[in-house]
T-cell receptor, first 115, second 113 residues
Framework: DTGVSQNPRHKITKRGQNVTFRCDPI?????LYWYRQTLGQGPEFLTY????????KSRLLSDRFSAERPKGSFSTLEIQRTEQGDSAMYLC?????????????FGQGTRLTVV | GESVGLHLPTLSVQEGDNSIINCAYS??????FIWYKQESGKGPQFIID???NMDKRQGQRVTVLLNKTVKHLSLQIAATQPGDSAVYFC????????????WGAGTKLIIKP
């Protein structure tokens, strides 16, 4: 296990279609995060899991977005009825921690283009 | 809203010189700060972190300074190399049970030969 893995790396979809991204965190990491990043900006937090529990969800995460981490290992992020404004890099990160904060390791991201 | 920001969007440094990248944060309750490096087309890469009970931490060629009085964070890179070219982000963790990171817009570091 060499790091956080995200698939696909790139996704082009037509407006109105649904897309799903997958994140495989570093094994044994109990925390998993999804962020969205647009060009020239820092990542924006979307949601956070501790094991299989989704503990935090940003106001940015509209009803069209849903994330799951069913077995506390890999996670999926689904966007329904995509809009052009959803075009961005979607980053996944994982960290290991009990209580204290520790560094989060990021994957390479999935770049979504909605046409 | 509370946010982390950066003073300079672009920093040009001569190869071999030291680089200093600055960051201001506004949430006085933040208790954990991280610097990330992001190269084009890649995810952010962890550089160094610091907790609010410290004011300085050193890594390999990097030093992070935290001034809680003025809510200022800086990243110092010694003997800057071409491989240091990237966008650098500081991020803060708001504290409590909130584990998200709040990020600034980034500083692009350009290395001049």
């Amino acid at each position: 296990d060499t790091g956080v893995s995200q698939n696909p790396r790139h996704k082009i979809t037509k407006r109105g279609q649904n897309v799903t991204f997958r994140c495989d965190p570093i094994s044994e990491h109990n925390r998993l995060y999804w962020y969205r990043q647009t060009l020239g900006q820092g990542p924006e937090f979307l949601t956070y899991f501790q094991n299989e529990a989704q503990l935090e969800k940003s106001r940015l995460l509209s009803d069209r977005f849903s994330a799951e981490r069913p077995k506390g290992s890999f996670s999926t992020l689904e966007i329904q009825r995509t809009e052009q404004g959803d075009s961005a890099m979607y980053l996944c990160a994982s960290s290991l921690g009990v209580g204290a904060r520790t560094e989060a390791f990021f994957g390479q991201g999935t770049r979504l283009t909605v046409v | 809203g509370e946010s982390v920001g950066l003073h300079l969007p672009t920093l040009s440094v001569q190869e071999g010189d030291n680089s200093i990248i600055n960051c201001a944060y506004s949430n006085s309750a933040s208790d954990y700060f991280i610097w990330y490096k992001q190269e084009s087309g890649k995810g952010p890469q962890f550089i160094i972190d610091i907790r609010s009970n410290m004011d300085k931490r050193q890594g390999q060629r990097v030093t992070v300074l935290l001034n809680k009085t003025v809510k200022h964070l800086s990243l110092q890179i010694a003997a800057t190399q071409p491989g240091d070219s990237a966008v650098y982000f500081c991020a803060e963790s708001p504290g409590g049970s909130n584990y998200q990171l709040i990020w600034g817009a980034g500083t692009k570091l350009i290395i001049k030969p």
